[in-house]
T-cell receptor
């Protein structure tokens, strides 16, 4: 079955540590996106990529980094520069003019 | 600046009633308006979507009403069921210039038996 897979489901980060969230899709979608979800704030765009080896900052890119070396994969690194990383992170993909397909999310907690 | 404004923030409806969630936008270039349903701990799933050349789209118990002149669109859930209890997000995008979605802040719907 085609879909988008995020891992891990839960992730704990110590202060000053970088962590990487995985996102893989087998839908042959060109575009991929990372959103952060906090209670009462909806979905905020972190980064997006429309083609391999190219990506753009979204509204809240500070403290995050991404790569797009393969069409299927769009990992997100939460760096130590992100001061408030505890949130639910959602990855999505789409064809260039279609609806988004979301993964099941990764819940990141700072310990 | 919130590109898409959604209301209410939360909604409680009796089983069998009608749930109505409203969204408003400013950018007249938007040409795709989807609604997403999200259950706790899960990613949002596409529920129904509309393009601005139609005023209404119905899929089962879910209907989108679209008012282009008022720049508003709404989701109506007929015969609401406890299983409909979830968070609903509206969104808007310009499909052929990057397809970036602008999401509303979400509505938490609770349907009580």
């Amino acid at each position: 079955d085609g879909g988008i897979t995020q891992s891990p489901k839960y992730l704990f980060r110590k202060e000053g540590q970088n962590v990487t969230l995985s996102c893989e899709q087998n839908l042959n979608h060109d575009a991929m996106y990372w959103y952060r979800q906090d209670p009462g704030q909806g979905l905020r765009l972190i980064y997006y990529s429309q083609i391999v080896n190219d990506f753009q900052k979204g509204d809240i890119a500070e403290g995050y980094s991404v790569s797009r070396e393969k069409k299927e994969s769009f990992p997100l690194t939460v760096t130590s520069a992100q001061k408030n990383p505890t949130a639910f992170y959602l990855c999505a993909s789409s064809k260039h003019s279609g609806g988004y397909t979301f993964g099941s999310g990764t819940r990141l907690t700072v310990v | 600046q919130q590109q898409v404004k959604q209301s209410p923030q939360s909604l409680i409806v009796q089983k069998g009633g009608i749930s109505i969630i409203n969204c408003a936008y400013e950018n007249t270039a938007f040409d795709y308006f989807p609604w997403y349903q999200q259950f706790p701990g899960k990613g949002p799933a596409l529920l129904i979507a509309i393009r601005p050349d139609v005023s209404e789209k119905k899929e089962g118990r879910f209907t989108i009403s679209f008012n282009k002149s008022a720049k508003q669109f709404s989701l109506h859930i007929m015969d609401s069921q406890p299983g409909d209890s979830a968070t609903y997000f509206c969104a808007a995008s310009i499909r052929y210039t990057g397809n970036q979605f602008y999401f509303g802040t979400g509505t938490s719907l609770t349907v009580i038996p």
